[in-house]
């Protein structure tokens, strides 16, 4: 090879990158979505407020990422005097421990409807009136998982996940919904009675677990329910017969006149839809609450200008509870310039550290 082709590559025999001295030589390629926004490097030290980690999530990434966004969204969203906050909640969030998180929100006036399951208020209404959910645990080391769960059943404990539940409490929530809550929903028996939305029901279960926790002087709070009977907080429970309550008022119904009507909440809640200034919705969970309370926009000149969704169920099986909000936002559930967050993670430690974050920089 001679000295020349050695020097260089051109054709013309010259150095093949004059640049080579300035480092490397290559123009940078032009980048559209490069925002010249580096990854910064969260702290977390000693006598911190829950606040200051979510705001230093803002310097990190991934799942960090996403949480910040979060809080700044339901931050902003519960500090909106004239946004209409509707809030569901799915999953087993009472039993889990965040029964008290939820009535707070409600108390504090944050929330101004409530979709859940019946499931919740059925543990809300059981703990309200003296019953306990324990500590337990998923499996027993020296049985297999099938033996274990044969065990809790002929010990008369019910198991969910890592939570159990004397069954007995079952028994004392049957007894509350038939002397305190059904007869006041009854009929007078002359030409039976209108049918009772499930709402209506929601308000009275709450007005007997406030009045029955304070008589027998319960040492846990009287919940969820009585939070929004007490705050005037309508509970809507679509799938109310998913439940034990809901299986509860149809044993009842067998009996006695009293019938409930599964679509007199509807105008209720799209009235409430309708006549707010901003509307906003925090989403703890998927299932039927979920879905209820986006639809809501549905049959409203409207969509929702905030949403946060707290879920741990993957977009790409199409299911509605992983579908982002972004896929609500086709739908014309959510605003197009709304703003929106999703955080993919258990709710029960999601819940706390966004509402805590939120309740900082608001008050």
Request: net charge negative.
């Amino acid at each position: 090879m001679s000295d020349s082709d050695a020097e260089g590559d051109g054709a013309d025999g010259s150095a093949a990158d004059d640049g080579a001295e300035a480092g490397g030589g290559r123009e940078e390629p032009p980048r559209e979505e490069f925002h010249e926004d580096p990854v910064g490097h969260t702290r977390a030290a000693a006598g911190m407020t829950v606040g200051e980690l979510v705001d230093g999530y803002g310097d990190a990434g991934i799942g960090a990422a996403s949480v910040n966004e979060a809080g700044d969204v339901l931050a902003e969203m519960l500090g909106d005097d004239d946004c209409t906050v509707f809030c569901s909640l799915a999953g087993a969030m009472v039993p889990a421990g965040m029964r008290r998180i939820v009535a707070d929100l409600i108390r504090d006036g944050y929330v101004d409807a409530l979709v859940t399951t019946g499931a919740n208020l059925t543990h809300d209404a059981i703990e309200a009136i003296g019953g306990k959910h324990h500590h337990g645990r998923t499996h027993d080391p020296e049985k297999t998982a099938r033996e274990h769960d044969e065990g809790l059943r002929d010990e008369g404990v019910d198991r969910i996940y890592n939570v159990y539940l004397p069954q007995e409490h079952f028994a004392a929530f049957e007894g509350h919904l038939r002397e305190e809550v059904f007869p006041a929903l009854e009929g007078d028996g002359e030409g039976g009675s209108d049918p009772v939305s499930i709402a209506e029901l929601t308000r009275e279960l709450g007005r007997a677990n406030a009045a029955v926790n304070e008589r027998d002087d319960v040492d846990e709070g009287p919940g969820v329910a009585a939070a929004a009977y007490e705050c005037d907080v309508p509970i809507y429970c679509p799938a109310v017969q998913d439940s034990v309550l809901g299986l509860q008022a149809w044993m009842y119904a067998q009996t006695a006149d009293f019938t409930l009507d599964a679509l007199a909440d509807m105008t209720e809640l799209t009235d409430l839809a309708f006549e707010a200034d901003d509307a906003g919705c925090l989403l703890v969970g998927g299932g039927v609450p979920k879905n209820f309370t986006l639809q809501t926009m549905l049959v409203t000149p409207r969509a929702y200008d905030y949403a946060v969704q707290i879920t741990m169920d993957p977009e790409a099986t199409g299911g509605l509870s992983g579908a982002t909000l972004e896929e609500a936002r086709s739908w014309g559930k959510l605003e197009k310039d709304a703003r929106n967050a999703s955080v993919y993670g258990d709710a029960t430690v999601m819940l706390p550290m966004l509402v805590a974050a939120a309740r900082e920089r608001i008050e």
